[in-house]
């Protein structure tokens, strides 16, 4: 059974990791957000897409058939993230949640129809969190919300 697992890893090595990966069969994400801002030399904007959390992907994959370590030994890749000996599994609703968080700052829909199925507190703590400019405040209240996810 596929389960949502976070990996950290150097963020140069990013691109390497998810090639790799990808061979062994895991499904990657990288979230990312889009940052709009006012031009200042014209009536314009600029829009950026950033990633939303440096230095970790989201792999999804059967531990029974890809053990950790055979990701971990990728070069580039740092570890998962682990709370006590296990590594920590990122329940499917926030990977949606996350999913639907830029949809709505893409479109500015939240009765889209991808998102119907998504607890509204737990899309505004994600919406909170993207907001938050401090890359390493924004993974520490990333890992609060996983570790209240995660029993």
């Known amino acids: ?7 950290y890893c150097k963020a140069q090595d990013v691109g390497k990791i998810t090639k790799r990966v990808n ?3 895991v499904s990657v994400f990288c979230p990312r957000y889009v940052r709009v801002s006012h031009r200042t030399d014209c009536n314009s904007v600029r829009i950026e897409e950033k990633v939303l959390f440096p230095n970790y992907l989201f792999l999804s994959f059967d531990i029974n058939k890809i053990h950790t370590s055979t990701i971990s030994s990728i070069p580039g890749a740092v570890g998962f993230i682990r709370f006590g000996s296990d590594a920590c599994t990122v329940p499917q609703k926030v990977i949606s949640a996350i999913e639907c968080a830029r949809l709505i700052a893409l479109n500015n829909d939240d009765q ?3 998102c119907r199925n998504i607890s509204s507190t737990l899309l505004l703590k994600i919406q909170e969190i ?4 401090s890359i390493e405040q924004r993974q520490v209240a990333f890992s609060h919300l996983l570790q ?3 029993p």
């Open 1 to 7: 059974m596929n389960l949502w697992y976070v990996l």
């Open 23 to 25: 061979g062994l069969g």
């Open 112 to 114: 889209a129809i991808e």
């Open 130 to 133: 993207s907001l938050i400019k």
């Open 148 to 150: 209240s996810s995660n």
